[in-house]
């Protein structure tokens, strides 16, 4: 009976497996892409009749130390230059790719009045941002630096650009800093302030593919897709910068 | 002496049982860099993230048993019919992921919450970012263990000591603190030692919950998550000392806990 049971698990599993794998793609990018790569994914899935994109979004260096641990990622978009060439053992590779710069969010509500940068410094604001050893950390942290008007202090460095956004938009903090694709995103419930140094506040995606990868053509045409002038039009859309 | 009780096949599964546990734990102790191990516990952001992780776990597990061991009473020793619904509830966090967990407690405590909402409106304090908020978190996934452990230690308690003592003209309040409590000091001590560890590991609610900030909310575990990502040598090095800590419990309380576990 019990034999029974693996023969039927097996047999189930097998011709299943291996025709998933066949037109399967899984793409490791950064949290701030999760929305328009999720859309990508499914325009790619729709041009390619019968292949299937699955994404894994976390933080870059998360993504990064996975894909050297030997997890099965055949693409990697990571939210700074750095990360994809900490992965350099598995991602030899990679072209720049469009930018994001942070701002400095606040609620449509805004209960501080915070205009400017430097309204973090009125008392009682509780403000977060990515921790340092994130992209969206390391950018707050450049255009911090480079404003040099604020001395309050985070309430807390979060691992991660999406967890930075859902505690904004939940109201448990008055401000955030937060990625400028965050804020078109969420129009409706943020405001954004920008800050002047657009260079310390940005922060350029790479792209590049897993060497190892079992699906080097498909990964290639994903790879094609997303920058095509269509997907960058979207990408654009969605608050990314690009080189024109 | 227990090998001739066990048969071989059965025996054989106990062993992969346990090789799949401990060889993890082996590995572990295989990757951590020894010779930067004083160096990766004593700089600055492991010290700060181990004395914040110890005080509000051990604050969180003295709460716990303030308010644990009477609820463990209760559970023991209360009417059937409120304790038989109350039981899987209070005991639930056992085993409630702890996203969930974390997720409850902003929708309690959060400045949009149940609760926070009048607290941030009266106060203008939120809960959520401070060294208080790991604490609520310890409790929340500690007592439970507490409560487990102490129930059933108080249902081992023989009935006609209880009787005695009622017969002598005990107070309720007196069979609960002078009778029955000082019987299973070893009990209490170990349902505190159990929501200790349980609240000096928890990660995933204190993110959510507390916020991740060096010194005021970035626990030891979390400390854990991030070096992973920048420096696996000091992930490793602070995953060690956990371990150790784990296993030590587990050792220490060996006996009290088979006890607790068998009635």
Same mark, same amino acid.
């Given at each position: 009976?019990?034999?029974?049971?693996?023969?039927?698990?097996?047999?189930?599993?097998?011709?299943?497996?291996?025709?998933?794998?066949?037109?399967?793609?899984?793409?490791?990018?950064?949290?701030?892409?999760?929305?328009?790569?999720?859309?990508?994914?499914?325009?790619?899935?729709?041009?390619?009749?019968?292949?299937?994109? /699955?994404?894994?979004?976390?933080?870059?260096?998360?993504?990064?130390?996975?894909?050297?641990?030997?997890?099965?990622?055949?693409?990697?978009?990571?939210?700074?230059?750095?990360?994809?060439?900490? %992965?350099?053992?598995?991602?030899?590779?990679?072209?720049?790719?469009?930018?994001?710069?942070?701002?400095?969010?606040?609620?449509?509500?805004?209960?501080?009045?915070?205009?400017?940068?430097?309204?973090?410094?009125?008392?009682?604001?509780?403000?977060? /941002?990515?921790?340092?050893?994130?992209?969206?950390?390391?950018?707050?942290?450049?255009?911090? +630096?480079?404003?040099?008007?604020?001395?309050?202090?985070?309430?807390?460095?979060?691992?991660? +650009?999406?967890?930075?956004?859902?505690?904004?938009?939940?109201?448990?903090?008055?401000?955030?800093?937060?990625?400028?694709?965050?804020?078109?995103?969420?129009?409706?419930?943020?405001?954004?302030?920008?800050?002047?140094?657009?260079?310390?506040?940005?922060?350029?995606?790479?792209?590049?593919?897993?060497?190892?990868?079992?699906?080097?053509?498909?990964?290639?045409?994903?790879?094609?897709?997303?920058?095509?002038?269509?997907?960058?039009?979207?990408?654009?859309?969605?608050?990314?910068?690009?080189?024109? | 002496?227990?090998?001739?009780?066990?048969?071989?096949?059965?025996?054989?599964?106990?062993?992969?049982?346990?090789?799949?546990?401990?060889?993890?734990?082996?590995?572990?102790?295989?990757?951590?860099?020894?010779?930067?191990?004083?160096?990766?516990?004593?700089?600055?952001?492991?010290? /700060?993230?181990?004395?914040?992780?110890?005080?509000?776990?051990?604050?969180?597990?003295?709460?716990?048993?303030?308010?644990?061991?009477?609820?463990?009473?209760?559970?023991?020793?209360?009417? +059937?019919?409120?304790?038989?619904?109350?039981?899987?509830?209070?005991?639930?966090?056992?085993?409630?992921?702890?996203?969930?967990?974390?997720?409850?407690?902003?929708?309690?405590?959060?400045?949009?919450?149940?609760?926070?909402?009048?607290?941030?409106? %009266?106060?203008?304090?939120?809960?959520?970012?401070?060294?208080?908020?790991?604490?609520?978190?310890?409790?929340?996934?500690?007592?439970?263990?507490?409560?487990?452990?102490?129930?059933?230690?108080?249902?081992?308690?023989?009935?006609?000591?209880?009787?005695?003592?009622?017969?002598?003209?005990?107070?309720?309040?007196?069979?609960?603190?002078?009778?029955?409590?000082?019987?299973?000091?070893?009990?209490?001590?170990?349902? %505190?030692?159990?929501?200790?560890?349980?609240?000096?590991?928890?990660?995933?609610?204190?993110?959510?919950? +507390?916020?991740?900030?060096?010194?005021?909310?970035?626990?030891?575990?979390? /400390?854990?998550?991030?070096?992973?990502?920048?420096?696996?040598?000091?992930?490793?090095?602070?995953?060690?000392?956990?371990?150790?800590?784990?296993?030590?419990?587990?050792?220490?309380?060996?006996?009290?806990?088979?006890?607790?576990?068998?009635?």
């Amino acid at each position: 009976m019990l034999s029974l049971l693996f023969v039927f698990t097996f047999l189930a599993m097998t011709p299943q497996g291996s025709a998933a794998s066949k037109n399967t793609i899984t793409v490791f990018a950064a949290s701030s892409l999760a929305d328009s790569f999720t859309y990508l994914g499914k325009a790619f899935e729709k041009s390619h009749p019968g292949t299937t994109v /699955q994404f894994s979004f976390l933080a870059s260096p998360t993504l990064a130390t996975q894909i050297n641990a030997g997890a099965p990622a055949d693409v990697f978009v990571s939210a700074s230059g750095k990360d994809i060439q900490n %992965a350099s053992s598995r991602v030899p590779y990679y072209v720049g790719y469009v930018f994001n710069r942070v701002v400095l969010a606040v609620p449509v509500k805004n209960p501080f009045k915070i205009t400017r940068i430097r309204g973090l410094n009125t008392p009682g604001v509780k403000w977060i /941002q990515c921790a340092h050893e994130v992209p969206c950390g390391v950018a707050a942290d450049a255009a911090l +630096a480079s404003d040099g008007s604020v001395t309050s202090k985070p309430v807390s460095l979060e691992p991660k +650009a999406a967890g930075v956004i859902a505690k904004l938009l939940l109201g448990e903090v008055d401000a955030a800093i937060v990625y400028h694709t965050d804020v078109v995103k969420n129009r409706k419930a943020l405001k954004e302030i920008v800050f002047t140094d657009r260079l310390a506040s940005s922060t350029r995606y790479a792209i590049g593919l897993v060497n190892d990868t079992k699906q080097k053509s498909l990964a290639a045409a994903f790879m094609d897709y997303v920058q095509t002038p269509k997907a960058i039009l979207y990408l654009r859309r969605s608050g990314f910068g690009v080189i024109s | 002496m227990t090998l001739r009780k066990v048969d071989r096949f059965t025996g054989a599964l106990a062993v992969l049982a346990s090789l799949f546990i401990i060889a993890p734990m082996v590995a572990l102790l295989t990757k951590v860099p020894w010779r930067f191990f004083v160096h990766d516990l004593t700089q600055v952001q492991s010290r /700060q993230a181990i004395a914040l992780a110890m005080w509000t776990s051990l604050l969180a597990a003295l709460i716990c048993v303030v308010f644990g061991v009477p609820l463990a009473w209760v559970l023991a020793r209360g009417n +059937a019919r409120i304790t038989n619904v109350l039981r899987p509830i209070v005991l639930a966090p056992i085993v409630l992921p702890p996203t969930v967990a974390g997720i409850a407690l902003l929708a309690l405590f959060g400045r949009d919450g149940l609760l926070g909402k009048y607290l941030y409106h %009266a106060t203008g304090w939120s809960l959520p970012f401070t060294s208080i908020a790991v604490v609520v978190t310890g409790v929340f996934v500690g007592m439970p263990f507490l409560a487990l452990i102490v129930e059933s230690n108080f249902r081992h308690i023989p009935k006609d000591l209880e009787d005695a003592a009622v017969t002598d003209r005990a107070s309720k309040r007196e069979v609960f603190s002078l009778v029955a409590m000082p019987q299973i000091r070893n009990g209490i001590a170990t349902g %505190a030692v159990l929501a200790w560890a349980r609240a000096l590991g928890e990660f995933g609610a204190t993110m959510m919950f +507390a916020g991740s900030l060096p010194g005021r909310t970035q626990t030891w575990a979390m /400390q854990v998550y991030i070096e992973m990502d920048s420096n696996m040598g000091t992930a490793y090095s602070l995953s060690a000392v956990m371990l150790v800590i784990a296993v030590a419990v587990v050792f220490a309380l060996r006996k009290p806990l088979t006890q607790a576990f068998s009635s």
